[in-house]
């Protein structure tokens, strides 16, 4: 139910990512669906997406050595026998490696080290930094110091040592409350995990004991603070001495915090442990406030409903998402489900409107009195529940007579997704239709054009970008024709689908082909890398940023509002390295100390996964982009032929 032109709070959003509003105008759908999918549109319990740690990442800031050099010392556990650890020295150049065992046994290593090292690429396109791995075994088991040395006074003094541990035993860590506004206390919990012998996964006290655990936060201005995590029962961390541990600390500004959980442990075997968690965790403003417990629909064209929620806004930004279930009284004097609704909505007179079409209400037989359930009005960047309310008394016009008759019939799509704009500028402006190549987060050109006919390259180099600002380049960019179909590389997938899913294009109007969205390496779930490159790239002051949509939490929480309809418009890939079972094989030696396998460089199996999407199969031999030890998935010729012989365009 959204007005001809853009509010200027919407106008300065969009400039503020690059983006103009008068170039797009951009038409929110009206999504509704069944009740079968009410529990599929509501965010997952907090832990239910923790990140599993198998790492640490430690943060390394070199000294004058005494020597005329720089220097930085600590210790590694040596978990089974192994020190397997990536250096990254901020600029690029080498640092010496020596290390001193727990039986006096010393060794000296550089990046040529023959059978230990490897210089690499560890990131993703622009947000890639060089570093060297190494990687130790059969050797003897406890802690090693080590010492970083440059014999240059003029090197640089910060960076980073990223250490695999025993991926039996794992750190696993979440926000644990929803606090994510100005002035609130964020808290986040941790608790160890072990798989033992048997094949049960130990949790808590019975993984190992934490003996001391921290949070290290990075504030939106660089700002960096340490808050103590306790296990007390007074930190957010549940029942005191249960094993799970917790901390807190204040968010005074809006923006990315990053939030390293560090935990030094002991494990079931007495060994010494250390790992880390990287969280982004996105703080907004409380821009807006429930103000009653009625909401009002009323009728807006035949068949249709405006339903205003009932929320006042303070210093908004313009849009926003929301969702709402609908219930009805059945013909038992129960209540009965009707529909879930939801959209992006920006304000409208006292409210924020969604719409309904009326043959929900009649395939439920519902009638008054009715009542809006789990509503939340959310950011669309992150989307973070700005108000929210568990009941509201819903008032509605009567179900017109030509309307109940239709009701019976498979949904449409003026009841899944509103009626199409009458005059949608977005579809006068442009002519013909195209393929739009489209590439991924931090990134630039990657599809090879000559690969793909009638197509056309978006290009947004080295941006980062949520998956709503994304959306809205994605827009601008396809304006320019009448139609189109997208073929996607990594956030672009996620980008993709989340412009199909709120906003009216070019993608609703193809005529030709099989596969409306396809994608290959996008990781509809989140990554754990997300978080580690934020860090990383914050500590040396380069990079593309941090971005909350590539997190598991992230990912979750936008997910949750991606009709099941919507994602079979979807079809995507996935690839891997290929496994050897007489050597070690990977995408990226740094990545493989922090992703589980299988995964490709970037992005895991498992959570490349889009629920209710069609999967197109898997690929060995291939990973998420160049300088890694296969082929970049985005070159294969054969895959790429399929894709665009079944495009939309």
């Known amino acids: 139910m959204k007005p001809s032109g853009l509010c200027i709070a919407l106008a300065v959003s969009l400039a503020a990512s690059g983006i ?11 999504l509704a669906g069944p009740p079968s999918e009410f529990a599929s549109m509501q965010p997952i319990a ?22 005329g050099g720089r220097a930085w010392s600590g210790s590694l556990p040596a978990e089974s026998g192994h020190l397997h650890f990536m250096v990254f020295s901020g600029n690029g150049a080498a640092l010496q490696v020596e290390l001193r065992g727990p039986d006096g046994a010393t060794r000296t290593l550089t990046r040529d080290s023959a059978g230990v090292a490897t210089h690499a690429q560890f990131g993703i396109a622009g947000a890639s930094y060089p570093a060297d791995a190494y990687a130790l075994d059969s050797l003897p088991a406890g ?79 660089g700002t960096v603070s340490v808050y103590p995590m306790a296990d007390d029962g007074r930190h957010g961390d549940g029942v005191a001495r249960d094993g799970t541990w917790g901390g807190q600390f204040p968010a005074r500004a809006v923006g990315n915090y990053l939030a390293q959980v560090q935990v030094e442990s002991v494990g079931p075997d007495g060994q010494h442990q250390i790992r880390t968690a990287e969280h982004i965790v996105p703080i907004v403003a409380q ?5 009653s417990e009625q909401a009002v629909g009323l009728a807006s064209t035949p068949g249709r ?69 789990n509503v939340r009005i959310e950011d669309p960047d992150n989307f973070v529940t700005l108000a929210a309310a568990s009941h509201m008394g819903l008032s509605l016009p009567p179900v017109p007579q030509s309307v109940a008759t239709q009701a019976q019939a498979a949904p449409d799509e003026a009841m899944t997704m509103g ?192 629920p209710g999407a069609v999967n197109r199969g898997h690929t060995y031999g291939q990973c998420h982009t160049t300088n890694m030890d296969y082929p970049a998935q985005y070159l294969d010729s054969s895959r790429n032929a399929t894709m665009n012989a079944n495009a939309a365009r």
Not at 287 to 291: A, D, E, G, S
Not at 310 to 339: D, F, I, L, N
């Open 20 to 30: 103009s509003a008068a170039a797009i105008n951009p038409q929110y759908k009206q």
């Open 46 to 67: 907090a832990g239910a997406n923790a990140i599993s740690s198998k790492s640490a990442l430690l943060q390394v800031a070199l000294s004058p050595d005494g020597r």
């Open 143 to 221: 802690s090693w110091n080590i010492t970083l040395r440059s014999n240059d006074p003029k090197a640089s003094g910060r960076g980073y040592l990223l250490l695999e541990g025993d991926p039996a035993t794992r750190l696993m860590s979440y926000p644990s409350g929803s606090h994510q506004f100005v002035g609130q206390n964020v808290q986040i919990a941790a608790l160890l995990s072990h798989l033992n012998a048997n094949g049960t996964n130990l949790l808590g006290n019975a993984a190992g004991k934490i003996v001391r655990a921290n949070l290290r936060v990075t504030a939106p201005d």
């Open 287 to 291: 821009t807006l406030q429930m103000r």
């Open 305 to 373: 409903v405006e339903i205003s929620l009932p929320a006042s806004e303070t210093g908004g930004r313009g849009h926003y998402r929301a969702y709402a279930e609908v219930w009805g009284t059945g013909s038992g004097g129960k209540m009965v489900p009707v529909a879930w609704i939801s959209g992006m909505t920006e304000r409208s007179g006292n409210g924020f409107p969604l719409g309904l079409d009326q043959r929900w209400v009649a395939r439920a037989s519902a009638h008054a009195p009715f009542e809006l359930r």
């Open 419 to 610: 009626p199409r704009p009458a005059a949608a500028p977005v579809h006068t402006m442009g002519t013909g239709s195209k393929l739009l190549l489209v590439h991924g987060y931090c990134s630039s050109l990657v599809w090879p054009a000559s690969q793909f006919s009638n197509a056309a390259v978006f290009s947004d180099p080295n941006a980062n970008r949520t998956n709503d600002q994304f959306a809205l380049k994605i827009l601008a960019f396809g304006n320019t024709w009448h139609d189109y179909g997208i073929v996607a590389h990594s956030q672009g997938g996620l980008a993709s689908l989340h412009l199909y899913t709120y906003y009216w294009s070019g993608l609703d109007y193809v005529t030709s082909g099989s596969r409306l969205i396809q994608s290959v390496g996008s990781p509809y779930q989140g990554t754990n890398l997300a978080g580690v490159l934020a860090s990383i790239g914050s500590w040396f002051g380069v990079g593309c940023g941090s971005n909350s949509s590539l997190t598991y939490s992230g990912a979750s929480a936008w997910l949750a509002g991606i009709p099941t309809a919507n994602r079979a418009k979807v079809n995507y890939y996935t690839t891997s390295f290929t496994t050897y079972w007489w050597r070690p094989s990977w995408c990226n030696a740094g990545a493989e100390l922090v992703l589980d396998d299988p995964n490709d460089g970037v992005t895991e199996y498992a959570y490349d996964q889009l």
